[in-house]
């Protein structure tokens, strides 16, 4: 499962401090459009198609939730930010930035706006040689060839030469401290999103409840009382074979791991779905398997506003979660608050992001980061 497109940018600069201009245009990239994930070194080149100083270019890898057309809106934008003002006759001239999308996933795409991959790269030694950097795998969804023999078939004479590495904004969060990270929330809270989010940027591997394989919610969310127990028990069942089979496959020393959600997720739901003799005998069980578990190295609780639970469970449409009620989403939230108060030995993150939108909004999932990694900083 993909959670974000992945797009290759080509950036150049051949007025004022050229050096300024590209690490600015990586930084507002990062902070305000898509995750800069890796930054290809600095070339320094002729300028290509008029006459004007020499150009430094590179290129940089990011994940974004956005599509293409409105990455490229995005990118304009960016481009008049950093004080691009465009020939009004279309021809080349200096600029102090430029951004081109030159692959966006293995897409072919050809409109009115937008032509990926950019129909010139492939003759252009300053769009090549950065690309390798940050992809040395990438083929050509056209032509079919991998970056390697692009380079080499390439009849781009003109100089493109290494100048410095700039530092990928990536590298400031650490999040891989803890090996092992579960994101917990409420229905509807994100946890997937994040989850997939972090295991894509940080080349984690990604654990998924498989929710939606369970017989017994829709019927549940019907009529509670009937099916509580059953839901819970295979819930529980699920979770633990689930968890107990994926995270035998890692390395424990070395692989670092994002679930969107760990099994002491089942206790909190059963407390609230369950009576007291059908809670007790749970616990009783849950007890056993849980002293086997692996546990999280941290717990990132995202916490939303039962409002906005609301609000996202109906955007997402799932028919069999439209009649979940308000008072259900208040005791699942109290029942996961109570649990993180009362057992001290948990490293657990709570994040509110009531009002954020880490998956559509970059600042948003910037901010995240942030607070994962300032608690990551001083819990280490």
Same mark, same amino acid.
């Given at each position: 499962?993909?959670?974000?497109?992945?797009?290759?940018?080509?950036?150049?600069?051949?007025?004022?401090?050229?050096?300024?201009?590209?690490?600015?245009?990586?930084?507002?990239?990062?902070?305000?459009?898509?995750?800069?994930?890796?930054?290809?070194?600095?070339?320094?080149?002729?300028?290509?198609?008029?006459?004007?100083?020499?150009?430094?270019?590179?290129?940089?890898?990011?994940?974004?939730?956005?599509?293409?057309?409105?990455?490229?809106?995005?990118?304009?934008?960016?481009?008049?930010?950093?004080?691009?003002?465009?020939?009004?006759?279309?021809?080349?001239?200096?600029?102090?930035?430029?951004?081109?999308?030159?692959?966006?996933?293995?897409?072919?795409?050809?409109?009115?706006?937008?032509?990926?991959?950019?129909?010139?790269?492939?003759?252009?030694?300053?769009?090549?040689?950065?690309?390798?950097?940050?992809?040395?795998?990438?083929?050509?969804?056209?032509?079919?060839?991998?970056?390697?023999?692009?380079?080499?078939?390439?009849?781009?004479?003109?100089?493109?030469?290494?100048?410095?590495?700039?530092?990928?904004?990536?590298?400031?969060?650490?999040?891989?401290?803890?090996?092992?990270?579960?994101?917990?929330?409420?229905?509807?809270?994100?946890?997937?999103?994040?989850?997939?989010?972090?295991?894509?940027?940080?080349?984690?591997?990604?654990?998924?409840?498989?929710?939606?394989?369970?017989?017994?919610?829709?019927?549940?969310?019907?009529?509670?009382?009937?099916?509580?127990?059953?839901?819970?028990?295979?819930?529980?069942?699920?979770?633990?074979?689930?968890?107990?089979?994926?995270?035998?496959?890692?390395?424990?020393?070395?692989?670092?791991?994002?679930?969107?959600?760990?099994?002491?997720?089942?206790?909190?739901?059963?407390?609230?779905?369950?009576?007291?003799?059908?809670?007790?005998?749970?616990?009783?069980?849950?007890?056993?398997?849980?002293?086997?578990?692996?546990?999280?190295?941290?717990?990132?609780?995202?916490?939303?506003?039962?409002?906005?639970?609301?609000?996202?469970?109906?955007? %997402?449409?799932?028919?069999?979660? /439209? *009649?979940?009620?308000?008072?259900? +989403?208040?005791? $699942? =939230? &109290?029942?996961?608050?109570?649990?993180?108060?009362?057992?001290?030995?948990?490293?657990?993150?709570?994040?509110?992001?009531?009002? %954020?939108?880490?998956?559509?909004? /970059? *600042?948003?999932?910037?901010?995240? +980061?942030?607070? $994962? =990694? &300032?608690?990551?900083?001083?819990?280490?």
């Amino acid at each position: 499962m993909r959670f974000q497109n992945k797009a290759i940018l080509s950036l150049g600069s051949n007025m004022g401090n050229r050096l300024d201009n590209l690490q600015w245009c990586i930084n507002y990239i990062h902070n305000h459009i898509a995750t800069v994930v890796k930054v290809s070194g600095i070339y320094e080149n002729p300028s290509v198609g008029f006459s004007g100083e020499d150009f430094y270019n590179c290129c940089i890898l990011i994940h974004t939730q956005k599509s293409a057309v409105q990455l490229l809106a995005e990118l304009l934008k960016a481009e008049l930010e950093g004080g691009r003002v465009r020939n009004p006759d279309g021809g080349y001239s200096s600029r102090t930035i430029d951004i081109d999308i030159i692959a966006f996933n293995n897409e072919v795409i050809n409109n009115d706006t937008l032509e990926v991959p950019h129909p010139r790269m492939h003759q252009r030694n300053f769009v090549l040689i950065p690309l390798r950097d940050v992809d040395s795998h990438w083929i050509h969804p056209v032509f079919k060839k991998d970056i390697a023999l692009l380079i080499t078939e390439s009849a781009d004479t003109s100089t493109c030469e290494f100048v410095l590495q700039l530092p990928t904004p990536l590298e400031e969060f650490h999040p891989q401290q803890h090996s092992y990270i579960a994101i917990e929330g409420n229905i509807g809270a994100g946890k997937t999103s994040l989850a997939g989010k972090l295991a894509e940027d940080f080349k984690g591997k990604i654990v998924l409840e498989r929710f939606a394989d369970n017989p017994f919610l829709p019927q549940f969310y019907k009529d509670p009382q009937r099916y509580a127990f059953s839901l819970e028990m295979s819930f529980l069942a699920d979770r633990y074979q689930q968890l107990t089979d994926d995270l035998s496959q890692v390395d424990p020393m070395a692989d670092f791991v994002v679930a969107d959600y760990h099994i002491i997720k089942s206790l909190i739901f059963s407390k609230v779905t369950l009576g007291g003799d059908e809670y007790t005998l749970y616990k009783k069980l849950f007890d056993i398997m849980y002293g086997e578990m692996r546990r999280p190295g941290l717990y990132v609780y995202l916490y939303q506003t039962t409002e906005t639970l609301l609000a996202h469970i109906k955007l %997402r449409g799932r028919s069999y979660e /439209q *009649e979940i009620e308000a008072d259900y +989403l208040d005791k $699942i =939230n &109290q029942g996961y608050l109570d649990y993180i108060k009362t057992h001290s030995g948990l490293n657990v993150l709570i994040i509110d992001v009531s009002n %954020r939108d880490f998956v559509h909004n /970059q *600042e948003d999932y910037i901010w995240v +980061l942030e607070q $994962i =990694n &300032q608690y990551v900083h001083n819990n280490g």
